[in-house]
């Protein structure tokens, strides 16, 4: 039986009160989440040999996430990814938005879904704990009040799981993901290069210069993109590929070949060494996969680790960076009287 505790964590910037909830399942598998950012701050699963060890890249307290990191475990939103120019059209009207990646916007601004504290209630009967957020018109240049809810709920399955939904008072856009960096041998193992990853795509988003879309969807086959049979993360990441010049590595987004929906597997990767296995699926159209290219050392993690170059990945399951520029993507559109709703399941397993 799944169980839901709480304790206070510290406070926010403005001073208010910030908790970690931590679910734990029958298995011994625990999640632990904290109100502020709403970032899963640690992920507590069993290798091979039944030992459990955290294996998502995160800081032992709050204060490190009060500091700029890479948004380690965060809810990212409004818009997950870039949006080119930090600016887009909608009804016939240009919305200038916050301009932190160069020129362009990304994962929400300044201050994003992941630097605000959310009002947290924990579901104990359900072994979840439900954030919500109230984004008001305007924030960061976005139009719309937007209420969001997004809520973490840990199986007796080994599934953690997150349902998003949002509902809007105006026109507007949103792209909402996790940005959770994983290490399946251990949070502070090193790099992730032996990973064995699939990815359940024929097609990928190329980008320019600046990391964004060109508008492009390119077959995957004979690139070093081409995740549709198990694949080890280091086998071509350095190959002299245009593409991984540009991102330093992978930092794509991947288009998924699910149907609308139930969630669709999108991914799997395994862990040769202790044998954890992690299943992404989703009801999202893409999935970023990125490979830690801008850790650089200087974020010291839990244990006082210096995550360096390449020690997490992430799978971050949302539509296509700069939809709103890209008429030809899925729409990121949402408009009063229709709800934003999505759910992605990160399945825990080992392999012998």
């Not at 490190?64 to 120019?85: C, D, E, S, T």
Request: hydrophobic share 35%; with cysteine.
């Amino acid at each position: 039986m799944s169980t839901v505790t709480k304790r206070e964590w510290g406070s926010g910037p403005a001073g208010e009160p910030v908790d970690l909830f931590t679910l734990r399942n029958g298995h011994g598998t625990e999640a632990s989440i904290t109100n502020y950012g709403g970032r899963l701050v640690s992920l507590k699963t069993a290798d091979r040999q039944g030992r459990f060890e955290d294996i998502v890249l995160g800081f032992n307290d709050l204060s490190g996430y009060l500091q700029k990191n890479p948004f380690f475990g965060a809810l990212v939103g409004r818009y997950a990814n870039r949006i080119a120019n930090a600016r887009f059209q909608l009804d016939g009207k240009t919305y200038e938005l916050a301009r932190n990646n160069g020129q362009n916007a990304i994962h929400g601004g300044f201050k994003g879904f992941d630097k605000v504290v959310w009002r947290a209630t924990e579901r104990a009967d359900q072994g979840a704990v439900e954030l919500r957020y109230f984004s008001r018109d305007g924030e960061e240049g976005y139009p719309g009040n937007l209420q969001v809810e997004v809520t973490y709920t840990l199986t007796e399955a080994n599934e953690l799981r997150l349902d998003y939904s949002a509902m809007t008072d105006a026109p507007t856009v949103v792209n909402l993901t996790n940005h959770s960096y994983f290490d399946l041998t251990g949070q502070a193992a090193g790099k992730i290069l032996d990973h064995v990853v699939t990815i359940h795509s024929d097609r990928f988003t190329p980008v320019n210069a600046k990391l964004i879309p060109t508008g492009e969807l390119k077959p995957v086959s004979g690139t070093p993109f081409d995740f549709r049979q198990p694949t080890p993360i280091g086998l071509r990441i350095n190959e002299p590929d245009e593409q991984l010049r540009l991102a330093i590595g992978y930092d794509h987004n991947f288009v998924l070949d699910g149907k609308p929906g139930a969630p669709s597997p999108a991914a799997r990767v395994t862990e040769p060494v202790k044998g954890r296995v992690l299943e992404v699926l989703t009801t999202q159209p893409g999935v970023q996969f990125y490979t830690g290219n801008h850790l650089d050392g200087s974020a010291r993690g839990k244990g006082g680790v210096a995550y360096g170059f390449r020690f997490g990945f992430c799978l971050e399951t949302q539509h296509f960076p700069d939809s709103p520029n890209h008429p030809e993507f899925p729409s990121t559109e949402l408009r009063p009287g229709e709800e934003f709703r999505q759910t992605t399941i990160f399945r825990f397993s080992t392999q012998a």
